[in-house]
């Protein structure tokens, strides 16, 4: 399994980034699905999660600003993230699991990406 993230960058708070990951060796409708985050000394925290029926779950912080979706044809799993905050400043990173259904806790996930940056400037 190979998750590859892209679309991060530098964005003024308010602004927005879309963060993609595309998956190899999985089929990302299959299985759950995730976005985590890390900032500098701070554990990994989950983002939004996906299942494999579709069900979607944010973190609070993020609930009405985060959007996550799969792009079956693509095979890659979406971040749309808008009215960006500073404390949205971190790596982000994609994960997979082998179930149908995840929490937001790194131990439901087998598979993780390199990472993207996102920083968002106040």
């Known amino acids: 399994v190979q998750l590859v993230e892209s679309g991060g960058g530098s964005v003024q708070s308010g602004g927005s980034l879309r963060l993609s990951c595309a998956a190899s060796g999985y089929t990302v409708s299959t299985y759950c699905m995730a976005w985590f985050r890390q900032a500098p000394g701070k554990g990994r925290e989950g983002v939004a999660i996906?299942?494999?029926?579709?069900?979607?779950t944010y973190r609070v912080s993020v609930k009405g600003r985060f959007t996550i979706s799969r792009d079956n044809a693509k095979n890659t799993l979406n971040l749309q993230m808008n009215n960006l905050k500073a404390e949205d400043t971190a790596m982000y990173y994609c994960a997979a699991s082998g179930f149908g259904s995840c929490r937001q806790t790194t131990l439901d996930y087998r598979s993780w990406g390199q990472g993207t940056q996102v920083t968002v400037s106040s």
């Open positions: 996906i299942d494999a029926d579709g069900t979607t």
